[in-house]
T-cell receptor, first 113, second 112 residues
């Protein structure tokens, strides 16, 4: 049972570089989301998707792009990394976000220098 | 807008009880509770869907007051394994019932 898989686990970027955080789930969940976790601020919603081809913004979307071409994958793109994007990023999926358990990946620790 | 959790941190001796509160300024469809151990992903505890609903999981239970948009998590006879950060997540009626918004968390430390 793979569940939600995130890659990479750790990443160091230089300011201005771009990269994509990968997220894949094998539970056939329609709903997927990205959160960032910073000390003292909990989990903040970046973007979410209710199905292939449908995405929407969360609480802190600036500086991040997403797309959803398949049910399984929901990548998060940083087009021009900034030190303020240093954080731990979690991907989650669920059957229904309002009524069912969210399954989280193991996280990606990103440092922007 | 994030729900507000209180207290920010709790220190307990094994066997003691604790209550963690979660409050939202928005009308809520559901309230979710998760626990996260250091360096790990959050793990689901329970969901409350209806006002007045109470649920239990071993010695951890929760209630939901939909009129006040408040929920409380009750940890009874705490065990060392209860240590971690507890997050409440709320799904408001606004936003198409699709946004799960978490609070800042409550750090719980249980000592022998």
């Amino acid at each position: 049972n793979a569940g939600v898989t995130q890659t990479p686990k750790f990443q160091v970027l230089k300011t201005g570089q771009s990269m994509t955080l990968q997220c894949a789930q094998d539970m056939n969940h329609e709903y997927m989301s990205w959160y960032r976790q910073d000390p003292g601020m909990g989990l903040r919603l970046i973007h979410y998707s209710v199905g292939a081809g449908i995405t929407d913004q969360g609480e802190v979307p600036n500086g991040y792009n997403v797309s959803r071409s398949t049910t399984e994958d929901f990548p998060l793109r940083l087009l021009s990394a900034a030190p303020s994007q240093t954080s731990v990023y979690f991907c989650a999926s669920s059957y229904r976000p309002n009524q069912a358990e969210a399954f989280f990946g193991q996280g990606t620790r990103l440092t922007v220098v | 807008q994030q729900p507000v959790q209180s207290p920010q941190a709790v220190i307990l001796r094994e066997g003691e009880d604790a209550v963690i509160n979660c409050s939202s300024s928005k009308a809520l469809y559901s309230v979710h509770w998760y626990r996260q151990k250091h360096g790990e992903a959050p793990i689901f505890l329970m969901i409350l869907l209806k006002g007045g609903e109470q649920k239990g999981h071993d010695k951890i239970s929760a209630s939901f007051n939909e009129k006040k948009q408040q929920s409380s998590l009750y940890l009874t006879a705490s065990q060392l394994s209860y240590s971690g950060t507890y997050f409440c997540g709320t799904v408001p009626f606004s936003g198409g019932y699709n946004k799960l918004i978490f609070g800042a968390g409550t750090r719980l430390a249980v000592h022998p």
